[in-house]
């Protein structure tokens, strides 16, 4: 039996990265992509999604378009990181057209597709959770009927990468974060922003893993060059806390999903998300002690196995 993803995405270099790892997964089926802001402009990351897609071969996978902003306050992006259109600002005179996307919106698209397949969907997000957010405001039955859900952000040490103490996901919609901590009571899986900076790839994997002769290799040296230059920056190591490498944040959550044995420890609190402070919205709150008086509790991933994510990243690009 496949297993059947449903990814939600910002598509930046690292969306593009998970979304290649899971179409070259055995035994999984993509029922769709929907898109929403974050990286860059939600119409951006429908492009780039067909982009993607299109290196793949699988412009089959059916690409929805979601919100275009947070469900409070203003959008904020990661044009310096990721490029300004989300791939790093690589031309691409073949690129398909956005007239390949669904004429479904992304949230109702969400609700049928798990709806017509109860018990048997992993949702995987990697981006804002503005969607996810709308779709169990729409359905609140929604998280039931998922198999599992596993999120790429939030933090676990009030690290930040985009404020002080907040990460980008989460950082740009704390309201829905929050919404989909406390209202998605299915097994979560939570990849966060330290745990995936203390799991990088070394820039020799990285080197060896792009050089490989096929289009999908080049495909990814082209739009991974920006964001390449900018993590070995004098000063970005900081950022990623640990020293360098390549720190391929969305393939966490996207190779959990592909593979239940790929997460070798985790921690299992109730999570929150912090609404009001003024260095720390959008932070995760993780209840070691139980003072949120939860019942859920969401799987925060520790340890993986490394040698299974460098093969699955390698042939992602064959």
């Known amino acids: 039996m496949s297993k059947k993803l449903l990814l ?23 029922m769709g ?23 793949c071969n699988k412009l089959e996978v059916p690409v929805f378009k979601g919100a275009a902003k947070p469900i409070l306050g203003n959008n904020i ?38 709806n017509e397949n109860p018990g048997e969907i992993s949702l995987v997000a990697t981006a804002p959770l503005t969607n996810l957010a709308l779709a169990v405001r729409m359905d609140p ?3 039931s009927k998922l198999r599992a859900l596993y999120v790429m952000g ?17 950082t740009a ?45 080049r495909f990814m040296s082209r739009i991974f060059h920006h964001s390449r230059a900018i993590s070995q ?14 720190v391929s944040c969305d393939s966490y959550a996207m190779a959990a999903a592909v593979d239940d044995s790929f997460v070798v420890e985790s921690d299992r609190y109730p999570v929150s998300v912090e609404l ?18 939860k019942a859920h509790k969401a799987f925060i991933i520790r340890k993986v196995d490394m040698e299974k994510f460098e093969q699955m990243m390698m042939a992602a690009l064959k």
């Open 233 to 246: 920056s004098e000063g970005f190591e900081q950022v990623f806390i640990s020293g360098g490498g390549l």
């Open 154 to 170: 939030g933090n676990t040490e009030s690290r930040g990468n985009t404020t002080v103490c907040g990460e980008f996901n989460f």
């Open 8 to 30: 939600d995405v910002d598509c930046g270099v690292d969306d593009a990265q998970a979304i290649m790892l899971a179409v070259a997964a055995p035994g999984t089926k993509i």
């Open 33 to 55: 992509i929907t898109c929403v802001h974050g990286n860059t402009t939600v119409e951006n990351v429908c492009k780039n999604t067909l982009r993607v897609l299109q290196a």
């Open 77 to 114: 992006n990661a044009g310096h990181f990721h490029g300004e259109d989300g791939l790093g600002d690589a031309p691409d005179p073949d690129a398909p057209g956005l007239d390949l996307l669904q004429k479904e919106d992304a949230v109702s698209a969400m609700i049928r597709i798990v």
């Open 173 to 217: 919609d704390p309201e829905a974060a929050y919404i989909v901590l406390n209202d998605y009571d299915c097994p979560t899986y939570l990849a966060c922003w330290e745990f995936t900076c203390y799991s990088k790839l070394s820039w020799e994997f990285c080197d060896a893993w792009l050089s490989q002769d096929s289009a999908k290799a």
């Open 276 to 293: 009001t402070g003024t260095h720390t919205r959008g932070m995760m709150v993780v209840d070691t002690v139980g003072f949120l008086k």
């Open 141 to 143: 039955s929604l998280p």
